[in-house]
């Protein structure tokens, strides 16, 4: 990956509020810096409803399963 294309990532993950960027407060040339506080509260929240989703998933599918077993 080039240097550019990084750099578009992340203007574009700035644009959706999902990291924030500035430069040090120091005199002379620095690199920004990066806060990915909202990048990570939004992946909490997607890995908190994959979690949900695959519970209810696997209570599905142990409740077919026990409804089998009843009918046998």
Known sequence: MQKRQVQ???????????????????PGLHAKIYNFEGLT?????????ARREKKML??????ATRQANVAD
């Open 8 to 26: 578009r990532h992340l203007q574009s993950l700035e644009k959706l509020g999902l990291i924030t960027s500035r430069y040090p407060k120091r």
């Open 58 to 63: 696997d209570y599905k599918e142990d409740e």
């Open 41 to 49: 509260k939004k992946l909490s929240i997607c890995a908190a409803e």
